[in-house]
């Protein structure tokens, strides 16, 4: 694969079953950012519906095995109402260390409210990250993935931006492998999960998110080729933890040049 061709991946095929949502890839970007600018406000209580209250011991969980330490810096790219966030600082220590990053302004406006004013917050696009080489101990993105355009391209940044030794952490939800298992994710997160965020926030946008979000899920290129995209922009010992047949923590680490991350 040539670089012009690995230019063209992207996690999900936007022309396979989002035709009710955007016709091309142009609408997509302003069906995305209306859709989490109108959610912000809904976004914690719909998380909280999705993972039964799980999501914040699994998120600082996995920032502890990706090997975050207190005194290291952290950019949390599309960092949406805070949720990563929150369980960087809480390792960290120290909220400026943790820089945030979104597309959504309404997204960037809820952490705004929720964690105040002492992080740096970033409007600008994952695949053109508007920061200085090598900056940042680890890259972290939550759930976000799917919503990449240009996933070579975004991760050559995350590439970019960190520190020699550097780790990257992605946490996304997965397309199941075992029919059962995929049935019931089917039922859960394309039906009940959707409807309940509809029912318990009044909100239309909150319904069609969650609805959009099962979509990108089940039509997200296979996990085997966004480690070798993790590979490809420069990561080494990239891999996938696995856990429920659902729930994917990808790893890698950027060279260190003989010299280990302290």
């Known amino acids: 694969m040539d670089t012009h061709e690995e230019d063209k991946l992207a996690p999900i095929d936007c022309d396979a079953a989002f035709s009710e949502y ?17 959610t912000a406000h809904h976004y914690d209580h719909i998380n909280r519906v999705l993972s039964f209250g799980s ?17 290291m810096s952290v950019l949390d790219v599309a960092i ?34 929720g964690l105040g004013r002492q992080m740096t917050l970033i409007r600008a696009d ?7 080489d090598g900056g940042f101990h680890l890259v972290s993105m939550g759930y976000a993935l799917r919503h990449v355009a240009n996933l070579n391209a975004a991760l050559r940044e995350f590439h970019r931006v960190l520190k020699p030794g550097g780790r990257l952490l992605i946490l996304e939800i997965g397309r199941p492998s075992s029919r059962v298992a995929l049935a019931l994710a089917r039922a859960y997160l394309a039906r009940i999960v959707p409807w309940l965020s509809g029912w318990t926030t009044g909100s239309k946008p909150a ?41 994917r923590a990808y790893l890698g680490k950027k060279s260190c040049n003989g010299a280990d991350l302290r």
């Open 22 to 38: 955007y016709t091309d890839p142009l609408t997509r970007d302003v069906f995305l950012r209306k859709l989490f600018d109108e």
């Open 55 to 71: 999501g914040s011991w699994y998120r600082r969980r996995e920032l502890l095995e990706a090997g975050l330490r207190p005194g």
């Open 80 to 113: 949406g109402t805070g949720l990563v966030a929150r369980q960087a600082i809480l390792i960290t220590g120290e909220p400026s260390a943790v820089v945030g990053l979104d597309l959504s302004a309404g997204m960037l406006a809820e952490v705004r409210r």
């Open 126 to 132: 994952a695949e053109q990250l508007p920061l200085a």
């Open 207 to 247: 319904r069609t998110l969650m609805r959009y979000y099962w979509d990108t899920i089940e039509h997200c290129i296979a996990p085997e080729s966004i480690l070798a995209a993790i590979r490809a922009a420069g990561f080494e010992h990239a891999q996938c933890g696995v856990e429920w047949d659902l729930f």
